[in-house]
């Protein structure tokens, strides 16, 4: 259970900052905890409305079909349904869904219910309301439709074959993006290198994060003014408003999205803007509030898949040394049945188109295909993890095949920390890190200088034993911008996050923010920030609890998502307090007869003349002059409000779509990971006896959060590694569906993990804080590493997939020669 | 043979308060709690019975309230999440998860909390393994456990503040 | 999934292909079925409930017989649905006299979509097996006792 962190050094240059270092960086008790611990979080499922109706939907049993007929005359029959709606009255009532791909993936026709098709097992067919839970379970179960089976496509290597059925007609194929990605010179990196180390195919598999609290929203229709409240968990409100308002042909303002409380998200509550649509159609039909719950297997089923990628003919140009200068692939990536956040995964992973490495020279021909399975949605790590699992996974071969030591040949290729900011050869701009410097301190914690001595010790006992070691970058405050590097014709770019501060009549201090908390402590990172600012303490700043549209404190990006709460709302936050201390001081100098707003500061909750502190003046005072008693300001200081909202626009550009070049997200948190494992060569079954990760997320707000990201992150990239997949049969069943199947790390599943970390800060940010929150993908890569390294002993087999269960090991124990015969070593 | 039983009333002790309500005999003890009695801090995270957020203590016995009909807790003595701060006071488990970060979004955490307190109520002193499997049916997609687990041992030794 | 196999009967194929072609016979042939409706000569609807271990599953299986070639070849398709599962079914069976009996050879493929088809082949395979198994001991009664003098 014992932990140990490793003290920071003093950062090399720090900006100027008006925060004292009060709160920043202290682990301050969370203000969502009081209500969370007793139960009094008010998640979607806990609001109520009168008369409201429970939505159950019936759903596809097949990965492909068409549909004959629906009939659900039996489910009307039923006493206390209220009603229901298929996919053909979504049809008339809506528009299909803005598609991102340019023509002709960008032809998919998505609706809020199937429409003549079913393209997925568990796709909805049929929404059906009625009085009680199970009622409206019962009805579904009475909706009877007609299909008609048609072949489905599973394999996403055969997806693009000619002959395959396809998924939308309009497309004309399966595949829905391509794209050819050449940076530096990789013929000249083939005629310098001493040998190419050549991989045939590495497989990433599909699994996802499951939020234990599923999906949902209660929606009510207001007839007089045509406007929908949604109380939903949907995690990026601002991207749902921007695919549904055109959809049901209505205003932006005529959708109000409103959290409180959400149980994780993990990117998987983005894609939900389907099944709202959906919900609003019903609530508008059925005149009543309508409340959905997702079922576990339905969102296993049928609701944000990680992508699973295929890495093909790979091609790494060496020097002897072990100096990587550039890669060449083919990489494929499954985006499910619909493409509703796709295709943006195409681009998405340029942001660490390097990895962590200093190779220069890149070709890559990426192509993305729809399958007949669940459809994919921004998973935590997003395309960068499958991206950086590849980089990992290269550098491990190369090192294992050129027989060089791991950690020499990762700091021989490493950009150093005296390289930063770092340019990539796609024009991302890396700020800041010091990766080598995380590594030792990763190793440090397994006690790397003395692993032989337990090497010994395992392998007496009859275990294979090995360490690896895992690397990954955390890209956050994305630029949507790199949209156009997919699609040219779109028109998104940049970022932004909203923040209000006020000062209220009694001198509260009301924060709002427009992002969409999931368990990342944003009310108390933010009243951190703002408290340091004011010269009061964080309980002293109420911050609003979770999101609301009404609030007007949401700006089109607005949510919680990507790794940038740290850069984009506590950004927004910052900008709006120093309006909001600027005002301050100025009615402090005004009130108290000083000549300017230099001659005060702000202290204790009051405003204090700088040359006489005990002429104060209360932020109560402040705020009653301004709301209540204003005739006694001075003409000049009538525009004061002491209510400031303030727009954190981040400083992207456009980027350069002819090159595809340009910097595509703002900061680069690090995580590295140690790994240690004893196999079993019997079985094939292992166990991690000693873990370590090490995060660099520039300057950390409240490090205990930090911390808690770090291992839940790392819990989920080690229950993926070992045995978390969403395995499909021949005929797109999906053969894990719930948590009977899809088995998640239990507590004691969980190896003995430890942390570790260092700051580096951003030059980029306001904070010098970056986005973290992805970056646990490292395990994955460093359980690969580590069961590679046991196997050496036995045939030394090349681990190419990124789940590895028992099975798995022991078919690479019995058949080392069929992964080997994936990889092969020329000369030059 | 006699008539399927469709609805019953049944009388419960929820956390000290009693009950007295007809249900629908299908009706599982979480949407009893959850809908009935507006008592929302247990939820619901899956639907086979996996995943351990709808935990709950009836009669001194750690139940999974989504795998129990709420007829079959007729007459028992229930106590959920609501119940554990007393007097506006914290239980000390839960000033624990607070303080050592054993919580992030909160949505594991009354199923969490009330597998810890039933562990403590019949072994005072666990060690960690016994913490673990005491915990072993509650899923966490958050934490990864491990604040969880100090959380528990603190509370157990009664080392409950930061 | 695939199965099939070979049997062989002690009696004639013209009595083996009685059976097997008499809608009748043919219901009472299938392990669980609660009742039946013969619509024609090719076409009958029988209300089945098959053992799951954990429960048990009821369908509405219609089948028909879509082509035949007397004495020596059939060949049908099933469709069936219950609640969580849809069955979709096609086999054939080919007699060929062996002596004074009769050697069968049939083949099934049979596909199970809904929740019960995500419990995956492992665990069905078992189950089909089972259920071809009780085909094929009632066939072997149906036959023997269609050769009892009356």
Redo the contacts between chains.
Sequence with gaps: MSETTTAPERPVTVEADETKPGFIGVSVPRKEDKRLVQGEGVFVDDVKRHAMAYVHFARSPYAHAAITSIDVSKAMELEGVYGTLIGEEVAAQTDAFFQIAPPPGGHVRDYALAVGRVRHVGEPVVAVAAATRELARDAADLVEVEYEPLTPVVDMERAADPGMPVLHDEVGSNVIWNGQFDYGDFDAALAEADKVVKIDRLHFHRFSSTPLETSGALVEYNRGTGQWTIQSNNQFPGFAVIMMAPALRVGIDKLRFVSQDIGGGFGNKICTHVQLVALCLLARKLRRPVNWTEWRTDQHTANSHGNERVFLDVEVPVKADGTMLGFRARMIDDCGAYTRYEPLGCIIWAQVTPGAYRWRNVRVDFTQVCTNKSPCGPNRGYSRMQHLWFTERVIDIVAHELDLDPVEIRKRNYIRADEMPYETPNGCIYDSGDYARCLDEALKLVDYANIEERRRDAEARGKLFGVGIGSTLDSGTNNFGQSTLVNPELQFSGNNEVATVKLDIFGEIVVTIGTTPQGQGHETTAAQVVADMLGVTPDDVNVRAGHDSYWNSHAGFSGTYASQFAVTGLGAVKGATEMLVDQIKRIGAAVLGADSTDDVFLEGGFVKRKDNPEAALPFMACGAIVNANNAVLPMEARDITLNCRYVYVPPHQLPDKERKYGNLTLTYATQIHACVVEVDPETGEYEIIDYGAVDDCGVRINPQIVEGQVHGATAQALGAATHEVFTYDEEGNLLTPNFYDYHVPHALDMPPLKTGYIESPSPFTPLGAKGMGEGGGAGLSAVCSALQDALKARGGAIVWDSCNPPHRVWEMLQNPEQSRANVRVENM | MAEPVSSATIGVDVNGDRYEREVAARKLLVHFLRDDLDLTGTHVGCDTGNCGACTVIVDGVAVKSCMILAIQADGASIETVEGLASDGELHPLQQAFSSRHALQCGYCTPGMLMSAKNLLDHNPEPTETEIRRAIQGNICRCTGYVNIVEAIDAAAKGEVSG | MKVQGDRSFAAPRESVWQVLNDPAQMANLMPGVESFDIHDERRWTANVKISLGLGSLGLKIDFEKTDERQPEFARLHAKGSG?G??L?MDTQFALAEQGDGTTMHWEADV?I???V?????RVLQPIVNQQVQNVLNALDRQVAAAQTPR
């Design positions: 609640i599962a849809i979709n596909h979509a809904g929740p088809g995500s419990m995956g082949q």
